[in-house]
Every structure is written in structure tokens, then in C-alpha cells.
């Protein structure tokens, strides 16, 4: 769906985005995560076509974005983190405007508008001026002239933006109904929304890919945590003679216990691997306190990538 090849942009001498490069494939929804500053909303315009960049490619559905911006967008949604509305237009006439601009058939227009007021509840509020609506509501608004016209691609910055607790529930279950037919990505500062929602993570940091993950592979460690008594030396060589176990490091815990990270393979049985390392306690005359997954969080891993820096 998406290829992006050594994509960078410069503001002068200050490279906002360097040398990223990422693929998307159909109905994925990926998470664009990192610091204000970090290069998530100038990928996000360049990707619109919105903003060229100094150098590197974009391929969306097979077309070149170079060469032929105007077919890509005709099948893509934005959302900016600022909604594009006008104040003084009724929500309605809006959409009619934004489905004219799209190029949507005069006879599929109030059906498509129709649609989008159906899929972000604003049926109620269709001959309301934007001016008049909560910033909840003016947000669903943005989010509604995003996915009119059913597109193939959809970004949305900050979607849940001004959103109440059921808002926010909501919206979420909407954008997993559109990635039934359409590929998105989502930029947010709230963890809970991409775990929520996502199906992989892109980070980035000081403009660069820093992690491209997919939350099913974060979530399940290959490493296990053990934690057994320290009056056993020869514990870690049995444990290192393992052929799941890859790496490992140990160290004295506060509670007087022998703590031990053990890193195994790739593709190996969990299982299979838990019952080989409690053996080798049982073999080295230890004693087994706790032997479990090491599970890791998107905030821990956010915090992994970034650290106490930018």
C-alpha cells in the first residue's frame, strides 16, 4: 500500500525528517509515535502530498506521489491535528463542500455525507454552524470530511483530540471499522490509543526511525525473569549451556535473591524453554521463586527509545 524510500525533509540547514524509510501494508493501522518535534507531522504532510520533500520517494498504491499527487489524494483522508472546518457553514452544507472538492458524483454526494454523519454520530447536529459545536463535536466534524468518499488511505493527527471518555471510545471503534477497507495511520500522544487500535508502532526520534515494531511482538517478550536463591553458583553456566537461551544477565536483588534476565531465541517454545530453565534450578540444587514472561508495555518501551532526552 504505502512505500517510502530515504525520505527526508529540510527547513533550511534543520532536517526535520532524515532518511526514514517504512512500508504500510493494506488495512494496517500504524501508530506514528514520538516527541513534539520529532518529525511525526511533516512525514504525515508529505505523505498527504501536502509538503514535498528534499529527497526520497513516496509510492502509495503503486503511483509515485512525485509524479501524480492528485491521484493519490483523491483516495486519501487527512485530519491535521487543527481541523480544516469553517466556522460559519452548517455541518452539512461543510461536508456537501468538502464531497464537492472531492470530487465526489453530484448523485452520491448526499449519500456519502449521509455516511459520514451516520459513522461519527453527528446526524443530530447536521444543520448546527461548526461555530455553535463543542470541540468534541467540531472534531468529529474533521474527522467526518477525512473519511468521506471512503478513502483507501487515512491519516489522522490527534483524532481523539477533545474527546469525552465515551467520545473517545467511540472514535475507536469507528477507525477499527474503516480498516476494513482502508489503511491507517494514526498519530497521538496517548498510549492507550495505539494499544488500543494498532497493529504496528513506528517511533521516531529527532527525525529519524527509531523503532518499527508490531504490538504483537512487543507485547510477547522472549524474555523470561527468574528469580532464585544467590547460595548456587554454578546456576548461570547451566543456564548459558541452554540452546534456547541466547543471552542472558544477572544481578543481586534488594530482596537477597539472584534476579536473572534470560533473552532466548527467536522462534523457539516458550515452554519448552520455562521447563529446561526450571530443571537447570532443580539440577544446580536452587531453589525456583519465580520463573514468568517479561511482559513490556508501549510506555515502557516509549521510554526505552527516548529515554529521560527529547
Do not use: W
Not at 25 to 52: F, Q
Not at 66 to 95: K, S
Amino acid at each position: 500500500m504505502i512505500e517510502v524510500q530515504s525520505l527526508t525533509r529540510h527547513y533550511g540547514k534543520t532536517a526535520a525528517v532524515e532518511d526514514v524509510s517504512f512500508t504500510i501494508g493494506n488495512h494496517e493501522i500504524v501508530g506514528l509515535l514520538g516527541h513534539n518535534g520529532a518529525g511525526k507531522t511533516t512525514i504525515m504532510r508529505m505523505l498527504s502530498g501536502y509538503l514535498e520533500p528534499s529527497a526520497g520517494s513516496i509510492i502509495i498504491d503503486g503511483v509515485n506521489l512525485a509524479n501524480d499527487a492528485r491521484m493519490v489524494q483523491q483516495h486519501l483522508g487527512y485530519l491535521p491535528e487543527t481541523p480544516p472546518i469553517y466556522p460559519e457553514m452548517m455541518v452539512a452544507d461543510y461536508l456537501d463542500y468538502i464531497a464537492t472538492l472531492k470530487g465526489i458524483p453530484v448523485l452520491e454526494r448526499m449519500g456519502a455525507v449521509r455516511e459520514v454523519l451516520l459513522a461519527t454520530d453527528l446526524a443530530e447536529r447536521a444543520l448546527d454552524p461548526i461555530n455553535i459545536l463543542s470541540r468534541g463535536f467540531r472534531q468529529r466534524v474533521g474527522v467526518a470530511q477525512a473519511i468521506l468518499g471512503q478513502p483507501r488511505l487515512l491519516i489522522l493527527d490527534e483524532p481523539t483530540n477533545g474527546l469525552d471518555p465515551n467520545q473517545t471510545e467511540h472514535m475507536r471503534r469507528l477507525i477499527m471499522r474503516l480498516a476494513r477497507r482502508t489503511t491507517i495511520i494514526l498519530s497521538t500522544h496517548i498510549m492507550q490509543e495505539v494499544d488500543a487500535v494498532c497493529d504496528r508502532v513506528l517511533m521516531l526520534r529527532n527525525g529519524r526511525l527509531a523503532l518499527d515494531q508490531s504490538l504483537a511482538e512487543m507485547h510477547h517478550s522472549k524474555t523470561l525473569l527468574l528469580r532464585t536463591c544467590t547460595t548456587v553458583q554454578p546456576l548461570a553456566t547451566y543456564l548459558q549451556r541452554l540452546p534456547q537461551v541466547q543471552s542472558l544477565e544477572h544481578t543481586l536483588g534488594t530482596d537477597g535473591m539472584m534476579h536473572f534476565d534470560i533473552h532466548l531465541h527467536p522462534n523457539i517454545d516458550m515452554d519448552t524453554a520455562a521447563n529446561n530453565i526450571a530443571q537447570c534450578v532443580i539440577t544446580a540444587g536452587a531453589k525456583l521463586y519465580q520463573l514468568q514472561v517479561s511482559t513490556r508495555d508501549l510506555d515502557s518501551v516509549f521510554r526505552e527509545v527516548y529515554g529521560n532526552g527529547d
